[in-house]
Protein backbone atom coordinates (compact mmCIF):
# COMPACT_ATOMS: atom_id res chain seq x y z
CA UNK A 1 0.00 0.00 0.00
CA UNK A 2 2.57 2.14 0.91
CA UNK A 3 4.48 1.39 -2.61
CA UNK A 4 1.26 2.90 -4.25
CA UNK A 5 0.68 6.18 -2.00
CA UNK A 6 4.60 6.85 -2.67
CA UNK A 7 3.24 7.62 -6.25
CA UNK A 8 1.04 10.41 -4.90
CA UNK A 9 3.18 13.39 -6.02
CA UNK A 10 3.12 12.46 -9.46
CA UNK A 11 -0.99 11.55 -9.33
CA UNK A 12 -1.20 15.54 -8.21
CA UNK A 13 0.78 16.70 -10.45
CA UNK A 14 -1.29 15.07 -13.27
CA UNK A 15 -4.59 16.12 -11.58
CA UNK A 16 -3.18 19.60 -11.27
CA UNK A 17 -2.39 19.62 -15.65
CA UNK A 18 -5.66 17.93 -16.03
CA UNK A 19 -8.14 20.42 -13.94
CA UNK A 20 -6.04 23.32 -13.76
CA UNK A 21 -3.98 23.14 -16.83
CA UNK A 22 -0.75 23.18 -14.60
CA UNK A 23 2.37 22.64 -16.72
CA UNK A 24 5.67 21.44 -15.22
CA UNK A 25 8.59 21.27 -17.28
CA UNK A 26 10.60 18.18 -17.89
CA UNK A 27 12.74 18.35 -15.35
CA UNK A 28 10.01 18.96 -12.77
CA UNK A 29 9.08 15.82 -13.91
CA UNK A 30 11.88 13.81 -13.64
CA UNK A 31 12.25 15.29 -9.73
CA UNK A 32 8.71 13.99 -8.85
CA UNK A 33 9.55 10.67 -10.68
CA UNK A 34 13.45 10.52 -8.68
CA UNK A 35 11.46 11.42 -5.16
CA UNK A 36 8.43 8.55 -5.89
CA UNK A 37 10.93 5.98 -6.78
CA UNK A 38 13.01 6.51 -4.09
CA UNK A 39 9.95 6.47 -1.38
CA UNK A 40 8.89 3.18 -3.52
CA UNK A 41 12.35 1.76 -2.41
CA UNK A 42 11.84 1.58 1.20
CA UNK A 43 8.45 0.12 0.71
CA UNK A 44 9.78 -3.00 -1.77
CA UNK A 45 9.44 -5.49 1.24
CA UNK A 46 5.82 -4.73 1.59
CA UNK A 47 4.77 -7.17 -0.78
CA UNK A 48 1.17 -8.34 1.06
CA UNK A 49 -1.53 -6.95 -0.69
CA UNK A 50 -4.95 -8.15 -2.00
CA UNK A 51 -6.72 -6.97 -5.14
CA UNK A 52 -9.37 -4.65 -2.76
CA UNK A 53 -6.26 -3.32 -0.93
CA UNK A 54 -4.59 -2.22 -4.01
CA UNK A 55 -7.94 -0.82 -5.17
CA UNK A 56 -8.51 1.37 -2.25
CA UNK A 57 -4.91 2.33 -1.71
CA UNK A 58 -5.62 3.71 -5.64
CA UNK A 59 -8.66 5.45 -4.88
CA UNK A 60 -7.49 7.03 -1.85
CA UNK A 61 -4.03 8.45 -3.80
CA UNK A 62 -6.39 9.76 -6.54
CA UNK A 63 -9.05 11.46 -4.61
CA UNK A 64 -6.81 12.79 -2.11
CA UNK A 65 -4.86 14.60 -4.84
CA UNK A 66 -8.58 15.78 -6.33
CA UNK A 67 -9.10 16.96 -3.05
CA UNK A 68 -5.66 18.99 -2.94
CA UNK A 69 -5.61 19.98 -6.05
CA UNK A 70 -9.29 21.80 -5.80
CA UNK A 71 -8.47 23.38 -2.33
CA UNK A 72 -5.46 25.11 -4.93
CA UNK A 73 -7.97 26.19 -7.02
CA UNK A 74 -10.03 27.49 -4.11
CA UNK A 75 -7.12 29.45 -2.86
CA UNK A 76 -5.06 31.06 -5.64
CA UNK A 77 -7.24 30.98 -8.52
CA UNK A 78 -10.61 32.27 -6.56
CA UNK A 79 -8.17 33.95 -4.10
CA UNK A 80 -9.99 32.55 -0.89
CA UNK A 81 -7.96 33.33 2.42
CA UNK A 82 -7.39 30.28 4.50
CA UNK A 83 -10.16 31.45 6.82
CA UNK A 84 -12.49 31.27 4.24
CA UNK A 85 -10.99 28.33 2.57
CA UNK A 86 -11.75 26.69 5.98
CA UNK A 87 -15.25 28.02 6.40
CA UNK A 88 -16.79 26.66 3.24
CA UNK A 89 -14.45 23.10 3.14
CA UNK A 90 -14.37 22.27 7.14
CA UNK A 91 -18.04 21.56 7.34
CA UNK A 92 -18.33 19.46 4.49
CA UNK A 93 -14.56 17.33 5.41
CA UNK A 94 -16.25 17.00 9.48
CA UNK A 95 -19.47 16.16 8.14
CA UNK A 96 -17.97 12.88 6.11
CA UNK A 97 -15.78 12.49 9.24
CA UNK A 98 -18.38 12.23 12.04
CA UNK A 99 -20.71 9.98 9.74
CA UNK A 100 -18.29 7.42 8.70
CA UNK A 101 -16.83 7.58 12.25
CA UNK A 102 -20.54 7.33 14.06
CA UNK A 103 -21.30 4.25 11.62
CA UNK A 104 -18.38 2.11 11.75
CA UNK A 105 -16.67 3.17 15.17
CA UNK A 106 -19.46 4.46 17.15
CA UNK A 107 -21.32 1.26 18.51
CA UNK A 108 -17.89 -0.26 19.52
CA UNK A 109 -16.73 3.48 21.40
CA UNK A 110 -19.88 3.06 23.07
CA UNK A 111 -20.00 -0.81 24.50
CA UNK A 112 -15.89 0.06 25.56
CA UNK A 113 -17.12 3.10 27.70
CA UNK A 114 -14.28 4.91 25.73
CA UNK A 115 -16.48 8.48 25.43
CA UNK A 116 -16.55 8.53 29.33
CA UNK A 117 -12.59 9.10 28.36
CA UNK A 118 -13.89 12.42 27.10
CA UNK A 119 -14.42 13.22 30.23
CA UNK A 120 -11.66 11.80 32.22
CA UNK A 121 -8.53 13.40 30.36
CA UNK A 122 -10.02 16.75 28.62
CA UNK A 123 -6.54 17.92 28.12
CA UNK A 124 -5.45 15.52 26.60
CA UNK A 125 -8.34 15.56 24.13
CA UNK A 126 -8.26 19.59 23.86
CA UNK A 127 -4.65 19.23 23.13
CA UNK A 128 -4.70 16.85 20.46
CA UNK A 129 -7.92 19.05 19.08
CA UNK A 130 -5.91 21.76 18.75
CA UNK A 131 -2.98 20.18 17.19
CA UNK A 132 -5.48 18.79 14.75
CA UNK A 133 -6.74 22.50 14.06
CA UNK A 134 -3.20 23.69 13.57
CA UNK A 135 -2.64 21.08 11.09
CA UNK A 136 -5.79 21.76 8.94
CA UNK A 137 -4.42 25.52 8.85
CA UNK A 138 -0.80 24.18 7.88
CA UNK A 139 -2.20 22.61 5.07
CA UNK A 140 -4.00 25.33 3.05
CA UNK A 141 -1.47 27.69 4.16
CA UNK A 142 1.65 25.67 2.62
CA UNK A 143 -1.10 24.80 -0.55
CA UNK A 144 -1.38 28.72 -1.07
CA UNK A 145 2.30 29.60 -0.80
CA UNK A 146 3.27 26.69 -3.13
CA UNK A 147 0.48 24.74 -4.77
CA UNK A 148 -0.97 20.81 -3.67
CA UNK A 149 2.25 18.81 -5.28
CA UNK A 150 4.41 20.67 -3.59
CA UNK A 151 2.54 19.91 -0.35
CA UNK A 152 3.40 16.07 -1.35
CA UNK A 153 6.68 16.35 -2.13
CA UNK A 154 7.51 18.18 1.21
CA UNK A 155 5.37 15.21 3.33
CA UNK A 156 8.00 12.62 1.81
CA UNK A 157 10.91 14.45 1.89
CA UNK A 158 10.00 14.76 5.87
CA UNK A 159 9.49 11.39 6.47
CA UNK A 160 12.98 10.20 4.37
CA UNK A 161 14.72 13.04 6.04
CA UNK A 162 13.37 11.87 9.83
CA UNK A 163 14.53 7.98 9.07
CA UNK A 164 18.16 9.27 7.53
CA UNK A 165 18.40 11.31 10.69
CA UNK A 166 17.33 8.42 12.96
CA UNK A 167 19.96 6.58 11.34
CA UNK A 168 22.68 8.49 11.49
CA UNK A 169 22.22 10.34 15.08
CA UNK A 170 20.60 7.31 16.75
CA UNK A 171 22.37 4.64 14.89
CA UNK A 172 19.12 2.89 13.76
CA UNK A 173 19.12 -0.28 11.83
CA UNK A 174 17.24 -0.24 8.37
CA UNK A 175 17.93 -2.39 5.16
CA UNK A 176 20.31 -1.58 2.91
CA UNK A 177 17.56 -0.85 0.05
CA UNK A 178 15.62 1.06 2.27
CA UNK A 179 18.03 3.46 3.17
CA UNK A 180 19.25 4.16 -0.90
CA UNK A 181 15.71 4.93 -1.36
CA UNK A 182 15.55 7.24 1.56
CA UNK A 183 18.84 9.44 -0.26
CA UNK A 184 17.16 9.13 -2.96
CA UNK A 185 14.16 10.57 -2.13
CA UNK A 186 16.61 13.39 -0.58
CA UNK A 187 18.62 14.00 -3.40
CA UNK A 188 15.43 14.25 -5.41
CA UNK A 189 13.68 16.73 -3.20
CA UNK A 190 16.96 19.04 -3.09
CA UNK A 191 16.17 19.24 -7.00
CA UNK A 192 12.72 19.93 -6.90
CA UNK A 193 13.09 22.61 -4.64
CA UNK A 194 16.31 24.21 -6.95
CA UNK A 195 13.96 23.95 -10.13
CA UNK A 196 10.98 25.76 -8.11
CA UNK A 197 13.05 28.25 -6.95
CA UNK A 198 15.05 29.11 -10.12
CA UNK A 199 11.35 28.92 -11.49
CA UNK A 200 10.24 31.55 -9.08
CA UNK A 201 13.49 33.45 -9.34
CA UNK A 202 12.82 34.29 -13.21
CA UNK A 203 8.74 35.10 -13.02
CA UNK A 204 10.24 37.55 -10.55
CA UNK A 205 12.67 38.69 -12.25
CA UNK A 206 10.10 39.05 -15.82
CA UNK A 207 7.43 40.72 -13.50
CA UNK A 208 10.41 43.25 -12.09
CA UNK A 209 10.91 44.22 -15.92
CA UNK A 210 7.96 44.22 -16.68
CA UNK A 211 7.01 47.11 -14.20
CA UNK A 212 10.17 49.07 -14.96
CA UNK A 213 9.01 49.07 -18.46
CA UNK A 214 5.47 50.48 -17.47
CA UNK A 215 3.58 47.22 -19.08
CA UNK A 216 0.36 46.91 -17.37
CA UNK A 217 -2.31 44.21 -16.83
CA UNK A 218 -5.20 44.18 -19.36
CA UNK A 219 -8.22 45.94 -17.51
CA UNK A 220 -5.61 47.73 -15.00
CA UNK A 221 -5.56 51.28 -14.75
CA UNK A 222 -3.08 53.44 -16.24
CA UNK A 223 -0.06 54.60 -14.06
CA UNK A 224 -0.02 58.43 -13.05
CA UNK A 225 1.83 60.50 -15.86
CA UNK A 226 0.75 57.90 -18.36
CA UNK A 227 -0.43 59.93 -22.25
CA UNK A 228 -2.80 59.00 -24.41
CA UNK A 229 -1.69 57.85 -27.97
CA UNK A 230 -0.85 61.22 -29.47
CA UNK A 231 1.53 61.71 -26.39
CA UNK A 232 -0.66 64.17 -24.70
CA UNK A 233 -1.62 63.75 -20.83
CA UNK A 234 -5.28 62.74 -20.60
CA UNK A 235 -7.46 65.46 -19.69
CA UNK A 236 -9.13 65.83 -16.42
CA UNK A 237 -10.62 68.40 -13.96
CA UNK A 238 -9.79 71.19 -13.09
CA UNK A 239 -8.94 72.04 -9.43
CA UNK A 240 -9.06 75.50 -8.07
CA UNK A 241 -7.37 75.91 -4.50
CA UNK A 242 -9.19 78.73 -2.58
Not at 109 to 128: E, H, Q
Not at 182 to 198: D, G, M
Request: charged fraction near 10%; glycine fraction near 10%.
Amino acid sequence: MQFLKSFTPVVGAVVSHTVLGRRERTSVWLSLLGLCFGTALTAAGDAHASALGLALAATSSATEALRLVLTQYVLQDMSFTIWEAQYYLSPAGGACLLLVGAIFEGPKCFAAGDFAKLARFPLLFLGAATLGLGVQLLTPAVIKATSSTTLKVISQARNAGVVVFGVVVYGELIGRVQLLGYVISLVAFSFYSYLKQKAAAVAHSAAQAAASAGITKPGSSPKLGATTPGGEKPSGPSVVHV
